[in-house]
């Protein structure tokens, strides 16, 4: 939490302030109380839980004086809040190591299925986009809100050689932010040697667009990144300097570590190769963007991280002024002290009328002196 105004939070003082008034208030009362010939009298009168009924109504008085400060101050916390129309990009790996049967029936057609089924669980306020990657990226599908384009985007994927994790981040956060300024021309294919980026018109000569300014790490709320692998980078860039353009943007990265240790794909001849997930690397990706990052080893498992990732995907969060509801607590705590007050102090009193003296043994009153 932080504040607008924290300046004005030197007004605290007056709560202990307040709170040495009441202190001298009640010695004066105790010296008033010291003119009845017995104490005892006054509890009778007061009657059973008397402490409580006459310090409750100051404290929650006290209570309603702080929240009322702290509103004055203009408060600002980070709370979660159902989120508004945002965009997910979908970077999934289609290597040939997903042809790894540590995973029945194996890898790509267990991803395919749990993909699938968390697609068509998103919240209606969600685009969707799909990237693929292996040696090189792709967009297989474009944003959009129609879930069937979603599915049939999914069985298009044609499994490749390499792993390039980085260009599938980079390629993500292009398709997710167009306006950032995200270079995949000369990062993803590299440059010619005459300085020219690949792909740019020849009449066209401009400088290109300067990327925004750098904001906190998972402060964007548009939408977020799920990237899901299951080996390590073979070619491309380092999927951390990806991370890195991604945190300046804001965006989130999800990261999913599809496989176990002991995946093995089918080779000809009778030669079968391993491959092993970069846990290491999904986790720094997930953890510098601001992230999380999840490990599955079973398409059941594979199954209930996307569940979850659909519950944070229909909430965020945000700092948002959190003033009047401060003032509304104190107004409410204010108006319980009073009521409680004039229950038990006006309304009660005529319940409990103050027992007399005893008489003298000549049958006269004591005279006051």
Known sequence: MHFLQAELLWTLLLAPLAFGLYLVMLRRRKRQVLLFSSLQLVRQAQGPGSAVRRHLPPALVGLALVLALLALARPVARVTLPADYMTLVLAMDVSRSMLATDVEPNRI????????EFLQELPRNVRVAIVSFAGTAQVVQHVSDRREEWLAAIDRFQLQRGTATGSGLLLALSTLRPDAGVELESTLYGSRSDGERRGQPLDDKKASKPPPEPVPPGSYTGGAIVLLSDGRRTIGPDPLDAAQRAAQLG???????????????????????????????????????????????????????YAQLTSQLSLERRDTEITALLATAAA??????????MLWFRAGLPRWPLPTAPASPEGKKPSAR
């Not at 990261?255 to 080779?267: C, E, K, L, S, W």
């Not at 409410?332 to 007050?341: F, G, I, R």
Request: net charge negative; charged share 20%.
């Open 109 to 116: 057609e267990a991803a395919q299925k749990a993909a699938k």
């Open 251 to 305: 965006v989130r990265v999800y990261t999913v570590a599809f496989g176990t240790p002991h995946g093995v794909i089918p080779g000809s001849e009778g030669y079968s190769f391993f491959t092993q997930v970069d846990d290491e690397t999904l986790r720094a990706v997930a953890e510098r963007t601001e992230g999380e990052f999840f490990k599955a080893s079973s398409a059941q498992e594979l199954q209930k991280i």
């Open 332 to 341: 409410l705590v204010l108006a319980l002290a009073l009521s409680l007050s």
